[in-house]
């Protein structure tokens, strides 16, 4: 089946018809500035629902609780808040993470169970509770993009830029929108990382289907991007689907699953290279493709191992042409490698063919080093798979993000 997918200039998580969202300013973020920090996402009717979650094995409470009530694959809202994550808070935590529920079913006029949330920021304090009572009466809800806009600003934490997508796809039977809001700059890690993202769509799934579209997507974009190493325990995905286009509803064997999940797989990709992009004090992106491996398995793996290097990250910062590292990064991923197979090109300029080092001109490498998107290419020549993974630099504002971040 022939599909067309088109960008929406300014998309975002309410470009998808039937859905709409507000934010305000509650007082949870500790800023000399106020700053949104508390919002809601709200769908006209109730929504087939999946999600995916951290890989920690201790997880927030607002993550628990998401995974409780997704068992039934059904949700109407999803509430959020920056500024902290209700993470290492025990039984308080859950009660915690209940009241906003609840709180929020109230102003909406619907049951705290089709209420979901999602809370981000500093670990091991309890939410101010007061400020998120008051700040909910406060929220107005809007339909089209304006409330989406807000709403991803609410849940920045580290975050310098917003990022949002959302994308029309039109096929031989159905016309449908995909749109999604994802913040997260520090924490981030293959098995995702300190994120939140939240998509819609209009087209009618079912629910096995949206399980498995969402998965895949997520494999191949928020679990293969790398800042520095280390994960959370409140990272979450969720997409909402209303049905609202009024197609027939998509299973794993309709024709129009393959352009479903290539436009889901477009939104995800596109959020997580931002995610990437704007990594805490990064200056460059750092794409690193692996074709020729022996499995997905071993590709994955190996582009995340160059990508998270900190020696490869930091000669991309500063420009130096080091390109061993690159190989000694994907030589201790624990795949099947050859080293007389291997070949290797940076920025578009080859460094290694079949395992042998090429001369090259070093002040040309040092300039493709000096653009803000890094593109590194490895191939293995052992077999057909492939993979890519996105990162960043590491930069001396890393440091200082992070050794002041509660300061």
Not at 276 to 283: I, K, L, P, W
Not at 339 to 366: H, M, Q, T, W, Y
Request: glycine share 10%; with cysteine; proline share 4%.
């Amino acid at each position: 089946m022939k599909a067309k997918i088109e960008s929406i200039p300014g998309g975002t998580v309410t470009s998808t018809p039937g859905f709409c969202a507000g934010a305000t300013c509650a007082g949870i973020k500790k800023t000399n500035q106020p700053r949104l920090d508390l919002g809601i996402l709200f769908a006209e009717v109730p929504c087939v629902t999946a999600g995916v979650f951290t890989s920690n094995h201790i997880k927030s409470a607002p993550v628990v609780l998401c995974q409780q009530r997704l068992k039934k694959g059904r949700a109407i809202a999803l509430v959020a808040n920056s500024g902290c994550a209700n993470a290492y808070t025990g039984e308080q935590g859950m009660a915690d993470a209940e009241e906003m529920t609840a709180l929020t079913a109230r102003c909406l006029g619907v049951s705290p169970e089709d209420v979901l949330v999602a809370s981000t920021g500093v670990t091991g304090q309890t939410l101010p509770m007061p400020l998120i009572r008051a700040g909910l009466n406060q929220i107005v809800l809007t339909r089209g993009e304006d409330g989406g806009h807000d709403l991803v600003r609410a849940i920045m934490t580290t975050d310098t830029v917003p990022k949002e997508a959302a994308v029309k796809v039109t096929t031989d039977d159905s016309r449908f929108t995909i749109g999604g809001i994802t913040k997260g700059a520090g924490m981030i890690h293959p098995n995702m990382g300190t994120m939140l993202c939240f998509l819609t769509t209009d087209a009618a799934v079912t629910l096995e289907f949206l399980k498995e579209a969402l998965q895949k997507a997520a494999d191949i974009s928020f679990n293969m991007v790398t800042v520095d190493g280390d994960t959370s325990p409140s990272d979450t995905v969720i997409i909402m689907a209303n049905g609202q286009a009024g197609n027939q509803p998509i299973t794993p064997e309709s024709a129009s699953s393959a352009a479903f999940q290539q436009a889901l797989n477009q939104v995800c990709i596109h959020l997580a290279k931002a995610i990437a992009h704007d990594g805490e004090g990064a200056t460059k992106l750092i794409e690193v493709t692996v074709d020729g491996a022996t499995s997905l398995v071993d590709a994955r793996l190996v582009a995340r191992t160059v990508a998270g290097s900190s020696l490869v990250k930091t000669a991309i910062h500063g420009a130096d042409p080091n390109w061993g590292r690159v190989i000694a990064a994907m030589s201790r991923a624990g795949v099947e490698v050859v080293e007389n197979k291997i070949d290797l090109a940076i920025g578009g300029i080859s460094l290694v063919k079949g395992g042998r080092p090429l001369s090259f001109d070093e002040p040309s490498v040092v300039r493709a080093l000096k653009q803000s998107e890094i593109l590194i290419k490895l191939h293995l020549n052992l077999g057909t798979a492939s993979a890519t993974a996105w990162g960043c630099d590491l930069s001396e504002e890393y440091v200082k993000i992070n050794s002041e971040y509660m300061t």
